[in-house]
């Protein structure tokens, strides 16, 4: 085998390894046309979300790559966040529109939960706020 092939085999593997199953979990309540539709925009939502806002979000822990569980708070307050210097660059309304932010919404409410909470930028270093 060559060494292209090998390091091309290494390379598929850590990027299947680095995949972490996410599932939808949508209320007992819901109907199911109503999930059928939810599912459609979540699907979407979640490839947004692996382009848009993954590479900052996603928390590594080993080799896997985890979704925090954004909370409904953090998820309401977060047109106002975009005010955030870090959000103002990264996503301005070229970057992502209302209309993908509104997919991303329903695929972070609707994820299954990790049990890791979204990371604050000051947590890494001593400031007090
Ligand atoms: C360039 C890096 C970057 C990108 C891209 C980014 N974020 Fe953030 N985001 C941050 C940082 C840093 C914070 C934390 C700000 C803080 O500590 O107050 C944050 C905060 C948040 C918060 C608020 C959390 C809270 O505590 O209230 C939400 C919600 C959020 N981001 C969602 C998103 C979504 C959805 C996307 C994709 C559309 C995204 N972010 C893209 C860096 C980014």
Redesign the pocket.
């Known amino acids: 085998m060559s060494s292209i092939a090998a390091v091309f085999m290494i390379f598929a593997a850590c990027a299947s390894q680095k995949q972490t199953a996410v599932r939808h979990e949508f209320p007992e309540a819901m109907i199911a046309p109503v999930k059928a539709q939810y599912l459609v925009h979540w699907e979407k939502g979640k490839v947004i979300?692996g382009i848009?806002?993954a590479?900052?979000?996603n928390i590594k822990v080993g080799r896997k790559e985890i979704i925090p569980d954004?909370t409904e708070a953090?998820?309401a307050?977060?047109n106002l966040?975009q005010g955030?210097a870090?959000?103002e660059d990264?996503?301005s309304e070229s970057v992502?529109s209302a209309e993908d932010?509104a997919l991303?919404y329903v695929f972070?409410t609707y994820k299954n939960k990790t049990g890791i909470p979204?990371k604050?930028?000051?947590d890494d270093s001593n400031s007090t706020h």
């Open positions: 979300y848009t806002c590479k900052c979000h954004f953090q998820l307050g977060y966040r955030n870090r959000h990264a996503l992502v932010l991303i972070l979204v604050h930028s000051e």
